[in-house]
Nanobody
Framework: QVHLVESGGGLVQAGGSLRLSCAAS????????MGWYRQAPGKQRELVAA???????NYADSVKGRFTISRDNAKNTVYLQMNSLKPEDTAIYYC???????????????WGQGTQVTVSS
């Protein structure tokens, strides 16, 4: 059974940085695509960033240039470095593990429990 555990969330002032981590177990981590989603109150969950097994990256327009996703296959861990944080980045951030569809879109199969990120103005 796949198990994803996020850590690193918290409260930060606007302009600050946070690094989220997600430790995976129960899967062949190195061959799967990993993604970070977020969900703000009253909004739909949205894909923030994804990284394929080959290191191909995808970012939401709203975080390009500020967030960086990376993975360490030896540690079965994916990271999300978040810089220049804005109040609108406030959300629960979820780690996911999934696959690419035939058309190249990312589909999550498993979810972590989420970690709260709050950015104060």
């Amino acid at each position: 059974q796949v198990h994803l555990v996020e850590s690193g969330g918290g409260l930060v002032q606007a302009g600050g940085s946070l690094r989220l981590s997600c430790a995976a177990s129960g899967s062949i981590f190195s061959i799967n695509t990993m993604g970070w989603y977020r969900q703000a109150p009253g909004k739909q969950r949205e894909l923030v960033a994804a990284i394929t097994s080959g290191g191909r990256l995808n970012y939401a327009d709203s975080v390009k240039g500020r967030f960086t996703i990376s993975r360490d296959n030896a540690k079965n861990t994916v990271y999300l470095q978040m810089n220049s944080l804005k109040p609108e980045d406030t959300a629960i951030y979820y780690c996911s593990e999934g696959h690419l569809t035939y058309s190249g879109s990312y589909l999550p199969d498993y979810w972590g429990q989420g970690t709260q990120v709050t950015v104060s103005s």
